[in-house]
């Protein structure tokens, strides 16, 4: 069964530091796209970050030189490090992959469940 499992969030003082990270588990050849989006209470989901499986990346404004995605494709994973965080980052973060060649074929648009950040002023 193919999941992406997030880990890493939690409650941290604003200017602080967290890092997340989502793996895909399954048997999952390849990993297109991986993307963290983010909704905060009352708002619409938001893309934070992507990263393709080239390296390149695209921030949102919001986070720009604060936060870092990488991805670690041998592990089927990626990872956000947050750093300098404000009160306005607190929402539940959630990994999405666009693509992922698995044993069951090609699937896409692919969700995990969610990791909440919390950060207090």
């Known amino acids: 069964q193919v999941q992406l499992v997030e880990s890493g969030g939690g409650l941290v003082q604003s200017g602080g530091s967290l890092e997340l990270s989502c793996a895909a588990s399954?048997?999952?050849?390849?990993?297109?796209?991986m993307s963290w989006y983010r909704q905060a209470p009352g708002k619409q989901r938001e893309l934070v970050v992507s990263i393709t499986s080239s390296g390149s990346t695209n921030y949102a404004d919001s986070i720009k030189d604060r936060f870092i995605v990488s991805r670690e494709d041998a592990k089927k994973t990626v990872y956000l490090q947050m750093n300098r965080l404000k009160g306005e980052d607190t929402a539940v973060y959630y990994c999405?992959?666009?693509?992922?060649?698995?044993?069951?074929?090609?699937?896409?648009?692919?969700w995990g469940q969610g990791t909440q950040v919390t950060v207090s002023y």
């Open positions: 999405h992959v666009a693509r992922m060649a698995t044993d069951r074929g090609l699937l896409y648009d692919w």
């Open positions: 399954g048997i999952i050849y390849s990993v297109g796209v």
